[in-house]
């Protein structure tokens, strides 16, 4: 007898009406109209967070560097920022003294400045800090000159001034790391100008007491070799080629004791004139006309804050970020061959003041910033974003302050 297995009947599969396929996506669209805001909100504060901690960090870790060092061996923080990357906080150590060029008396070879000269440390690490983060330095009056070597005009004299703004109101200005903007130009860039494009600020601590220090009210020079071959085909940086050394420190310690006659037999010695030779080749390799080199001040006071909030409150100025170096300064070229802020519908001088009165508080622009508080819930009221560390003088300890009314 065949036996035939009986298999049961398939139910039908049931499909989603069109209704219930709407009430889910409208559940999924709320869902993430609520997790979305709530999650960049999240992201945004736990990156604030991390910004805050690795600059109180390394600020505290340059302290105790300086507190165990001995001699003049200052220890600082150097605020770094490269076009498309993120603002770094480098330790740096003093290694010696330069007889820079005075900018009173440009290429006057009898008139100098001294200048400490500051070498990467291998103490700590560099760290960075998340991106759009950034750090400014407040800058008092009369640091800045606008004939002087700190922040200096651009090309266009008045026209492209950064700085300055404030001043008639006894205002100081929040500098940015310029460090990365020069002229890529190979016929100019050894020639001074773009050397001296290449400022920026630090924090410094006195050798074994941990004190802030400001160095005498001078500028230092920060050994920073620029990572490329151009222009150091010629003398002196054909013969003293920084780029490639092993060790920075004994490079500096080297050119700052030699009397810098050529390490090259095979090539032609460097003409010495009596006198004054050696002390102009030192400034074509460590001076402030030197492209390796960035000049620094001590700053006692720091801002951090998130680039593109600050570049969100100056859109009605017509402002945008740089698409290339993801700032509100334009990438140096044919045009830019110096530090300059980005395109805006004000001059440069009043974009700077919109960004220095931002930083303190005034997010709307309405010259105070005394309604941070609307009771009538009218108009728009300044909401601060940045942060603001004072570095007491006599301690060296790092604090945040409010900015007062």
Not at 337 to 355: A, C, D, E, H, I
Not at 382 to 390: C, G, S, Y
Request: proline share 7%.
């Amino acid at each position: 007898m065949i036996r035939r297995s009986i298999q049961p009947h398939a139910q039908p599969r049931r499909a989603f009406t069109l209704t219930e396929l709407l009430v889910v996506i409208i559940i999924i669209v709320l869902v993430a109209t609520i997790a979305i805001p709530s999650f960049s909100s999240m992201i945004a504060s736990s990156e604030s967070a991390l910004a805050n901690t690795r600059l109180v960090n390394a600020l505290r870790t340059a302290r105790d560097a300086a507190i165990r060092s001995s001699g003049d061996a200052d220890a600082a923080v150097v605020f770094f920022f490269e076009p498309g990357g993120r603002m770094m906080l480098v330790p740096f150590v003093k290694v010696g003294v330069l007889e820079d060029e005075d900018p009173v008396a440009p290429g006057n070879p009898a008139r100098s400045l001294r200048r400490d000269v500051f070498v990467v440390s291998s103490l700590f690490e560099p760290v960075a800090l998340p991106r759009d983060w950034m750090v400014r330095g407040y800058a008092p009056v009369g640091t800045i000159r606008p004939t002087g070597a700190w922040y200096e005009d651009g090309p266009g004299g008045a026209t492209s001034r950064r700085y300055g703004g404030r001043m008639a109101q006894g205002l100081g200005d929040w500098v940015f790391p310029e460090t990365g903007f020069y002229d890529p130009n190979p016929a100019t860039i050894n020639a001074g100008p773009a050397g001296r494009t290449r400022q920026t600020f630090m924090v410094r601590f006195e050798a074994g007491t941990g004190l802030l220090s400001n160095g005498g009210g001078a500028e230092a020079i920060i050994v920073a070799p620029r990572q490329t071959i151009i222009g150091r085909s010629n003398a002196p940086q054909s013969n003293f080629r920084i780029d490639t050394t092993p060790d920075i420190r004994r490079y500096v310690q080297r050119v700052l004791a030699s009397p810098l006659r050529d390490d090259n037999p095979a090539s032609t010695p460097i003409a010495e004139q009596p006198g004054f030779a050696a002390t102009i080749v030192r400034r074509e390799l460590l001076g402030d006309q030197s492209a390796d080199t960035i000049l620094a001040r001590s700053v006692g006071q720091l801002a951090l804050y998130d680039e593109a909030k600050l570049a969100g409150a100056l859109a009605r100025f017509e402002v945008r970020t740089d698409r290339e170096s993801g700032c509100l300064y334009q990438m140096p070229g044919s045009t830019v061959t110096s530090p300059q802020f980005v395109p805006s519908s004000v001059t440069s001088q009043q974009l700077g003041v919109y960004m220095n009165d931002w930083i303190e508080g005034d997010t709307n622009f309405d010259g105070t910033m005394a309604d941070r508080v609307n009771p009538d819930g009218q108009g728009r009221v300044d909401e601060p974003q940045a942060k603001v560390f004072v570095i007491d003088r006599f301690t060296g300890d790092i604090k945040r302050v409010e900015i007062e009314l």
